[in-house]
């Protein structure tokens, strides 16, 4: 059986744990504490080592979905999740700009660890406070259109729109193994 490996990442409460329970087909594993710190603001329990979910695709083929934790005092754990990773999904929130240096700096971090398709997945977009993708694209680091990853909007509680953003890092995927 060919298994892929994909991550998703990003800051804390941008919605890795939410988009991973959405599409799984089997019972989440999670290590969600309750937040003692500043996270505690934003939610109840974050995740502090990993969450872990699976999509199968008929008989011999399986997408695993591992969640980094969000905050920079985990972040060993992301060292080791994406050594094994064929692809990775940065989730920001639209709507908290000041948390895009930091998604930078995540996604900077991986891509020096391993040079593997990536996509940026927007979540809460449907704020009113949401910048527009162009602004977070510039935010990010990514001022020319043509350098840049796949955008793509995400409901982390929609199946669909979690489906869908797998699908297009599939097609990334596949189009960056054909290069």
């Known amino acids: 059986m060919e298994i892929m490996r994909l991550v998703v990442t ?4 941008a919605g890795k744990s939410t988009f991973i329970r959405t599409v799984s087909e089997i019972e989440v594993v999670d290590t969600d504490r309750q ?6 603001a934003l939610k109840h329990k974050t995740t502090v080592a990993f ?3 699976r999509l199968q695709f008929g008989s011999d083929m399986a997408l695993h979905l591992y969640g980094t934790p969000g ?3 985990f972040d060993f754990m992301w060292e080791i999740l994406i050594r094994q990773a064929h ?3 940065l989730l ?7 948390e895009f240096h930091y998604a930078r700096r995540i996604a900077n971090f991986m891509n020096q660890q391993r040079k593997i398709p990536m996509i940026i997945g927007l979540t809460h ?12 694209a510039i935010a990010l680091g990514y001022s ?3 350098k840049r990853p796949p955008f793509v909007m995400v409901n982390a509680a929609e199946q669909a729109s979690v489906a869908q953003a797998i699908m297009v890092l599939i097609q990334h995927s596949m189009q960056a193994s054909l290069v």
């Open 10 to 13: 990003g800051p804390v409460g």
């Open 35 to 40: 937040a003692t710190d500043e996270t505690a």
């Open 51 to 53: 969450d872990f979910g």
């Open 71 to 73: 905050q920079s005092r």
């Open 87 to 89: 692809a990775y999904t």
């Open 92 to 98: 920001v929130a639209a709507h908290r700009p000041s």
């Open 125 to 136: 977009m449907d704020c009113p406070s949401a910048w527009t993708l162009d602004n977070i």
């Open 144 to 146: 020319s259109p043509q």
